[in-house]
């Protein structure tokens, strides 16, 4: 079965640090891009970071620049996303997401094909 996992997620205080995890199985994630997205209650999914497929590229939501890193072990089949000085208005649910190659940003969900289900990220004190 294919399948992206998340996890990673908690209850944090503001100014702490959250590693995420995305895990394939089913699949290898070689050939892929990955995204991580987050909604929060009442508002849309958007885009937090982007890595290529052969880690030559990078991107990050500006509300989370310098924050966050994106980064990927193909051996492991895992992508990560390192979350510093987090902050309440990080709080939703993260995704992570595979796409083949971009047709649009990278924040576009369309450019992307399997979902996990998801992880919650909680910041307060």
């Known amino acids: 079965q294919v399948q ?10 503001p100014g702490g640090s959250l590693r995420l995890s995305c895990v394939a199985s089913g699949f290898s994630l070689d ?3 990955i995204g991580w997205f ?8 958007e885009g937090v ?5 052969n880690n030559e590229n ?3 939501a500006n509300s989370v620049k310098g924050r966050f890193t994106i980064s990927r072990d193909n051996a492991k089949n895992t992508v990560y996303l390192q ?5 309440p208005e990080d709080t939703a649910v993260y995704y992570c997401a595979s796409a ?6 990278w924040y ?16 307060s004190s």
């Open 31 to 33: 050939p892929y891009a």
């Open 4 to 13: 992206l996992v998340e996890s990673g997620g908690g209850l944090v205080q």
């Open 38 to 45: 987050r909604q929060a209650p009442g508002k849309e999914r």
């Open 58 to 60: 990078t991107y990050y």
């Open 108 to 123: 576009n969900r369309q450019n992307y094909n399997y979902w996990g289900q998801g992880t919650q990220v909680t910041v």
């Open 83 to 87: 979350m510093n000085s987090l902050k």
């Open 49 to 53: 970071s982007y890595i290529s497929r």
């Open 100 to 105: 083949s190659r971009l047709w649009a940003s």
